[in-house]
């Protein structure tokens, strides 16, 4: 069936880094745009990034501009977030999603991984 | 202090009808589409509407929504118990070049 799972959080001191990943099945991964979303526990939703489905497109939040890298390999049917200079406020649960085109809604989404950034 | 407005909380009881507000500016709902989330607690969120108004497949007609200007809504008629969630909206943002959310709406069935 149509999924998505995501793996690489735990828990990492400030400063430190972390790589996500996220496996696609039951689509055609290279067909969609990936996204990271991220959630704080008890809080909303915040977009962190996107890449487009070849991977020659990307953006990125204002509040991890710099820091984060997305990528992907559309043969693995993957998608990477390389996580750097890790803060506090980064801790949230990321989740992957998947949408057709950068505007379209997210019709996919992963169960999320964890990733506590603390001392 | 996210881009897009929602109320925090909305409450209706089993069979009536509410209506969830969500406002932007004209660089987000304005110029763009809205879609809703729905989100039970420790789960991801899924795709409740699409496209301001549009229902993906298995989302029930008790569920809808409208956009007019920098402003949306979902609501939700012949309230169930299982609809006690939180719901967020969310639309493209032409300024930013990303996506906005709202800081969500948690529902209570009373």
Redesign the interface.
Known sequence: QVQLVESGGGLVKPGGSLRLSCVASGFIFSDYYM?W?RQVPGK????VS?ISSSGSFT????SVKGRFTISRDNAKNSLYLAMNSLRAEDTAVY?CAANRV??????I????TMVTVSS | Q?VLTQPPSASGTPGQRVTISCSGSSSNIGS??V?W?QQFPE?????LI??NNQR?SGVPDRFSGSKSGTSASLAISGLQSEDEADY?C?A?DDS?????????TKLTVL
Request: proline share 4%; net charge negative; hydrophobic share 35%.
């Open positions: 996204n979303i909303g939703l915040e977009w996107y953006n990125y939040a204002d989740y950068t505007h379209d809604a997210f019709d989404w992963g169960l999320g | 996210s763009n589409t879609n989330y789960t991801a969120p899924k795709l699409d496209s993906p967020y969310a493209w930013l070049n990303g996506w906005v959310f709202g800081g969500g």
